[in-house]
Nanobody, 122 residues
Framework: QVQLTESGGGLVQAGDSLRLSCEASGVPYSPYAMGWFRQAPGKQRTWIASVAWNGADTYLTDSIKARFVVTRGTAKNTAFLQINSLKLEDTATYYC???????????????WGQGTQVSVSS
């Protein structure tokens, strides 16, 4: 059974930093990319960042690449999303997912976690 568990969310103030974690287990293929998505209230879930199997290659959407850093743990089954200088518009549920590919892509994700909520206050 595939499980992805996100953690690290919470209520923070604008300007703070936060580090989200994701741990995957039971993924039926290898290698795999790990991606991060977010869903703001009333909006669709959108892709924001990915990290390749090698952990060195990353891909982030333009709107967040100045403040977000995506990394992968040495154990390969963990990924992290560092969010700096949080803004009100970063308020969302953040999800991690895995895709059957070695590179860091924006699509093809087929297993998802339950999400972790990030709420940014002024």
């Amino acid at each position: 059974q595939v499980q992805l568990t996100e953690s690290g969310g919470g209520l923070v103030q604008a300007g703070d930093s936060l580090r989200l974690s994701c741990e995957a287990s039971g993924v039926p293929y290898s290698p795999y990319a790990m991606g991060w998505f977010r869903q703001a209230p009333g909006k669709q879930r959108t892709w924001i960042a990915s990290v390749a199997w090698n952990g060195a290659d990353t891909y982030l959407t333009d709107s967040i690449k100045a403040r977000f850093v995506v990394t992968r743990g040495t154990a390969k089954n963990t990924a992290f999303l560092q969010i700096n200088s949080l803004k009100l518009e970063d308020t969302a549920t953040y999800y991690c997912a895995v895709a059957r590919m070695a590179y860091a892509g924006a699509g093809g994700y087929d297993y998802w976690g339950q999400g972790t909520q990030v709420s940014v206050s002024s």
